[in-house]
């Protein structure tokens, strides 16, 4: 293939993915203004549905914003040479590949973060603002960012800098050890991530003795389930929307409660949603989704071995000298399609897995419980009830919530 000929089918992969997305988005706006189902009429009141219909219409106008700035940035960087022209300034540091590399992303990741961060402080404290969700300081803001910055470049270089240096020593095979890395490093992650990460960002305290923790050690005895590990995070330092979640496993296993869940929640319904996410530990969906992650990593890790020999990929960006960092870039941008597909798998089954947690919290605890605490949580955050089927099917990682309480009261 010539290297002209790839440089526009990365052009068209780029436009194409923004149109479906942009047709998607269109076909989802058009269902903003329709009527409640019966079902969900008790979930907003007139001037509560209005002020959500309003967030959705805001929300839909500025992603547009956002991912048309973005798309119009990207083809820039493409047809003026962009890549080659960053690739040229890292190698007049060092002729280190590993060093090149990381110099080459840091310079797009820093470029990207300070023309994108207008965006996200306008989304906090403009949008988020004015429906009355955003609890974050600038300090806060600008600390997350430091924060955030600070760990890409420590956990992403030293990745990165792994996975160059076993391409340089096995060649082609190197996906094999980049495999195992990344999959020692998911489970890792996975089993000490509230003990490591979250503290960075938020304040983790025990859930306090009293009617919640007896509600819900009560439940776990009944269920045969062992929570020695219930935290109470900060999440309103940030933003008055709530949520739970469960991570770990064996000892290392925790549930995490969201103060602004439990200041918003009756016991008997923050027990439900409790309900719900032992669901998923005893269904084993955490399990599922680890070892899916692993695999769909090692299937991607393979196929980038296969390609990233080719010089086409570099020269594709107009870059004479292939290199490791190149190809990565042309060979994400090829195989996103592919990413696509899988992503519509795992939301399907992850949307699978939400009706057997729900049914699990149905027949373990209460079914009435559950509705009445996703119908308070969808009100507390402005939920689109009324979403279009097909971007649910692209985007939702959740039934609807219509289809959560038919499937509850079914």
Do not use: C
């Not at 439990?262 to 008997?268: G, P, R």
Request: zero cysteines.
């Amino acid at each position: 293939m010539q290297p002209t000929t790839l440089f526009y089918i990365l052009i068209a992969i780029l436009i194409i993915s923004f149109i479906i997305d942009k047709v998607l988005d269109f076909l989802n706006s058009k269902h903003f203004d329709d009527e409640i189902p019966d079902k969900l009429k008790d979930v907003y009141n007139k001037e509560e549905y209005q002020k959500s219909q309003e967030y959705k219409k805001v929300n839909d106008k500025f992603s547009n914003i956002t991912s048309a700035f973005s798309l119009g940035l990207t083809l820039v960087f493409f047809f003026v040479d962009g890549f080659k022209h960053v690739d040229d300034f890292a190698r007049s540091f060092t002729d280190n590949s590993i060093l090149v590399a990381l110099i080459f992303f840091g310079i797009i990741m820093l470029a990207s973060d300070i023309l994108t961060t207008p965006f996200s402080y306008y989304k906090t404290f403009v949008i988020e603002e004015k429906f009355g969700f955003n609890k974050s300081t600038k300090k806060t803001f600008w600390l997350d960012k430091l924060k955030g910055g600070l760990m890409s470049v420590v956990l992403g270089g030293g990745i990165l800098s792994l996975i160059i240096w076993f391409y340089q020593f096995s060649g082609e095979n190197f996906w094999l050890y980049a495999w195992a890395l990344v999959a020692l490093f998911s489970l890792f992650m996975n089993m000490f991530y509230a003990k490591l990460i979250v503290p960075l960002f938020n304040k983790q305290t025990a859930l306090e003795a009293g009617e919640l923790k007896s509600a819900i050690e009560e439940y776990s005895k009944k269920v045969g389930f062992t929570i020695n590990n219930i935290f109470v995070i900060d999440g309103s330092k940030r933003s008055t929307k709530a949520n739970a979640y469960f991570s770990g496993f064996g000892s290392q296993k925790r549930i995490t409660l969201y103060d602004t869940l439990i200041n918003d929640l009756e016991t008997d319904e923050i027990v439900a949603v409790l309900a719900h996410e032992v669901g998923h530990y005893k269904r084993k969906h955490i399990v599922f989704n680890l070892i899916s992650s692993i695999l769909l990593t090692g299937f991607t890790l393979f196929i980038l071995s296969l390609f990233i020999n080719s010089s086409v990929l570099s020269e594709a960006l107009s870059i004479s000298t292939p290199s490791f960092h190149i190809g990565l870039i042309a060979f994400g941008i090829l195989y996103s399609p592919i990413s696509e597909i899988t992503g519509l798998f795992m939301n399907y089954m992850s949307r699978k897995f939400e009706y057997q947690a729900d049914n699990f919290a149905k027949e373990t605890f209460e079914g009435k419980a559950l509705i009445t605490s996703l119908k308070k949580l969808s009100k507390n955050s402005l939920s689109n009830l009324t979403p279009h089927p097909a971007y649910v099917f692209a985007h939702y990682s959740h039934p609807t919530l219509l289809e959560r309480i038919e499937n509850l009261e079914g």
